[in-house]
């Protein structure tokens, strides 16, 4: 008979007895044993480990490895949307993809190593025609989302006083017990996600669990050497609002790993289309730029380091998942509004997202005052100045270049005395036919874009350039119920406010702001 290590799955199965599985040379392991063993066969073969991860390769991915070679309980640190839950779930991937339990065993139990009072009883009772079942690696994670109701029972388990009756057992017997979810992880991995969330009295319940193995229930000690993999998840924001990690639970936690926000906005890009869920449909009725993708990032980006956002809360990678979505929803619709077949995603769909960004930041007092919506047009404009310098001159450098044209004074001469309104549900042929009155637009972005540019193409990057003259104040543009005015800057000074200030003008609120709470 071939030895067990190289049986496919499909021979495992066949083994259907324990006497088989003696016969095929199966020997237990624990699961950190088995996760290490995985882990350097794949680190040998430069297998990707934990695929679709991007950002961690030189940080958490090399310290999540090291813990596992050293066979530690894991405990992932960081903000919200940094990948902690997805992180632990692939570890699933670094378990065997069957291992044998006794058939009808509550705790997983190996045939060779029983745990249970039934196992045990089960294998004395037929030997080696004890029936043995085989366990996918999905079926060993078990994830728990701390809250504040969840009880010892929930976890560890509960004496039955329906079994101790119907069995005439006493509490005192192990066969009376309803086993929490722990126990049933027996032989995988168990997650506990927002760890500080539970309470303090239960977080004590696993110390025993977690240094010696055994546990107790209502006051009767049983004696359960489980074999599990821990992985946990803390929020340090929570460590000071909702609760916190008591010091022996955090002492027998082996390794704390701390994760973090995507360092480039080309990683960001990465997440955002891997996780953005974009229909076919909406794929064939709309059709994007990496532009597009660039403003959703870097209004991440720019929350992180704005006045208005509480920094310990974080930004979550949702808020560009999201906002992504809603740009190309936003198309979808003005599409089907129009009884078109296909569109070009605008700027107008950029700025139409507010909605995805209003509820995934956290305000300081300052923001709250100025209201989510507002703090969320101005991270837009914020985003959408910075990329525009990527594209096209900087305003400020052109006023002091006296030896060569100023490329955009054809454009703010014309709106000396005219304005336009780019309206968001406007069809492809009127929006064009509104870009195209503006002369000298269309030359300027020909001049400073070297792509290729088609039809629809170009009117993106005219609108772009609109948008990003205003956010440089070269032009005005104000907001109207259904879309943007474009018009001079001066006239603008005595009607509405234009949204999206520079930073300056951030800094002289938030000053006045202090002054008066004084």
Aim: overall charge negative; charged content about 25%.
């Amino acid at each position: 008979m071939p030895s067990y290590a190289s049986l496919s799955a499909a021979e495992l199965q066949q083994l259907t007895t324990l006497g088989q599985l003696k016969a095929s040379g199966y020997q237990p392991r624990s699961v950190k044993q088995e996760l290490r063993d995985n882990l350097i066969q794949k680190l040998r073969s430069k297998q990707d480990v934990f695929p679709g991860i991007y950002g961690y390769e030189e940080t958490v991915i090399p310290e999540l490895q090291r813990a596992i070679l050293a066979g530690h309980h894991i405990n992932l640190l960081g903000l919200r949307g940094q990948a902690k839950t997805r992180i632990a779930r692939l570890l699933v991937g670094l378990l065997d993809e069957y291992v044998p339990v006794v058939a009808g065993s509550e705790l997983n139990d190996d045939p060779l190593q029983p745990l249970s009072v039934f196992a045990k009883n089960l294998i004395a009772e037929k030997g080696d025609d004890t029936p043995v079942s085989w366990l996918h690696r999905d079926e060993r994670y078990t994830e728990k989302l701390a809250t504040p109701d969840v009880s010892v029972a929930d976890l560890i388990g509960d004496a039955d006083p329906i079994k101790a009756a119907t069995l005439k057992l006493p509490y005192s017997d192990e066969r009376v017990i309803h086993f929490g979810l722990i126990p049933r992880a027996h032989r995988g991995i168990f997650v506990i996600n927002e760890l500080p969330d539970l309470q303090a009295r239960i977080q004590v319940s696993l110390f025993n669990i977690l240094q010696e193995g055994d546990i107790q229930i209502r006051g009767f000690k049983v004696r359960l050497p489980l074999d599990i993999q821990f992985v946990f998840t803390a929020n340090p924001e929570d460590y000071t609002n909702r609760g916190s990690i008591v010091t022996p639970l955090k002492d027998r936690i082996d390794a704390q790993i701390i994760t973090h926000y995507p360092k480039s906005l080309e990683i960001g890009k990465r997440i955002t289309k891997q996780e953005a869920r974009i229909r076919e449909e909406q794929r064939g009725l709309v059709t994007t730029n990496d532009v597009v993708h660039d403003l959703v990032e870097q209004v991440a980006i720019e929350a992180r380091g704005s006045e208005f956002v509480d920094a310990k809360s974080g930004v979550s990678a949702r808020l560009t998942i999201s906002a992504y979505e809603q740009v190309i929803a936003a198309a979808e619709r003005r599409a089907l509004l129009n009884g078109e077949n296909h569109t070009y995603v605008r700027i107008a769909d950029f700025l139409g997202a507010v909605p995805a960004v209003t509820g995934k930041v956290e305000l300081v007092y300052e923001g709250e005052q100025e209201g989510a919506g507002i703090v969320a047009e101005k991270l837009m404009g914020k985003a959408l100045r910075t990329q525009f310098l990527q594209y096209f001159p900087d305003p400020e450098k052109t006023k002091k270049q006296k030896d060569k044209p100023n490329p955009y004074k054809p454009v703010q001469e014309w709106f000396g005395s005219r304005t336009i309104d780019l309206l968001h549900d406007a069809s492809d042929e009127d929006y064009r036919k509104v870009l195209n009155v503006v002369p000298g637009l269309k030359d300027m972005v020909q001049q400073s874009v070297p792509a290729e540019l088609s039809k629809d193409n170009l009117h993106f990057w005219m609108e772009f350039a609109l948008h990003g003259m205003a956010e440089h104040s070269l032009i005005s543009r104000n907001r109207l119920t259904a879309g943007a005015q474009f018009k001079d800057l001066l006239s603008s000074m005595f009607t509405m406010p234009n949204f999206g200030d520079d930073d300056d003008d951030d800094e002289e609120y938030l000053s006045s702001k202090k002054r008066k709470r004084r």
